[in-house]
């Protein structure tokens, strides 16, 4: 399965290159896509899980870096697999850091248990900067929003867990076509939400980025999305 995403990383990357805009170099610019290098013992693993960001903040600077996509995905090993991003105080990492001890608990204490994957719906965010791209690094890069779908289809994870928030739905509704959204625990779904296509598993769930979740009650939602996974 790897050797599937790295052949569809070099060939969009080079589609990449061919269509950048010299324009994106006045204004702002876009960095690196997130390129997963996925582990062995993911899929080895009992139980397979997602968590998704937003998007890339400043990814190993501007596009395009000179050691193309081999740079990028021992850069991800480097960074998530051998665990440096949980050295980060971030909310988002703490976050992340938390769900997994809490998926330990649920599912048991053994390192084959479970095995969680980073990912981004969007996968090139700004260069030098944070949030949502501009609408122009947006078209350049829609054709990554297929990739984020490939990489689900193709990877299975058993859960998934959006930490993306409401406002990050059309993102959502452009990768999976057939899209909706079931409300947990009497919160409004754009609180939480059991997020529902054929792409994508029963255990998928949607609610706020960490950031916010931390400033709202986190361990409270923490427990809601547990009890919503089902095992």
């Known amino acids: 399965m790897n050797s599937l995403l790295i052949e569809k990383y070099e060939?969009?990357?080079?589609?990449?290159?061919?269509?950048?805009?010299?324009?994106?170099?006045?204004?702002e610019k876009p960095t690196n896509p997130l390129l997963l290098n996925?582990?062995?013992?993911?899929?080895?693993?009992d139980y397979k899980i997602m968590v998704f960001g937003q998007e890339t903040n400043d990814w190993e600077g501007i596009f395009p870096h000179p050691k193309k996509t081999?740079?990028?995905?021992?850069?991800?090993?480097?960074?998530?697999?051998?665990?440096?991003?949980?050295?980060?105080?971030?909310?988002?990492?703490?976050?992340?850091?938390?769900?997994?001890?809490?998926?330990?608990?649920?599912?048991?204490?053994?390192?084959?248990?479970?095995?969680?994957?980073?990912?981004?719906?969007?996968?090139?965010?700004?260069?030098?900067?944070k949030g949502t791209p501009s609408n122009e690094i947006l078209k350049w890069q829609d054709t990554w929003f297929d990739i984020v779908l490939l990489e689900v289809?193709?990877?299975r994870p058993d859960i998934i867990v959006f930490f993306t928030g409401p406002n990050y739905d059309v993102f959502l509704s452009r990768i999976f076509s057939d899209l909706s959204f079931e409300n947990l625990n009497g919160r409004d779904s754009r609180e939480l939400a059991r997020v529902k296509s054929h792409f994508l598993p029963r255990n998928t769930i949607r609610t706020y980025h960490p950031g916010f979740l931390w400033r709202n009650k986190f361990y409270s939602y923490l427990d809601e999305i547990l009890d919503a996974i089902e095992c």
């Open 70 to 129: 081999n740079h990028l995905l021992d850069i991800y090993h480097k960074f998530y697999n051998n665990g440096s991003c949980f050295s980060y105080s971030g909310s988002f990492w703490n976050g992340v850091s938390q769900l997994k001890s809490a998926l330990r608990k649920k599912f048991g204490q053994s390192d084959q248990v479970q095995s969680i994957l980073w990912n981004n719906v969007i996968k090139i965010g700004k260069a030098n900067g």
């Open 38 to 45: 996925v582990s062995t013992e993911y899929f080895a693993a």
């Open 11 to 27: 060939e969009e990357w080079e589609t990449l290159i061919s269509t950048l805009q010299s324009t994106f170099f006045c204004n």
């Open 153 to 155: 289809c193709l990877l």
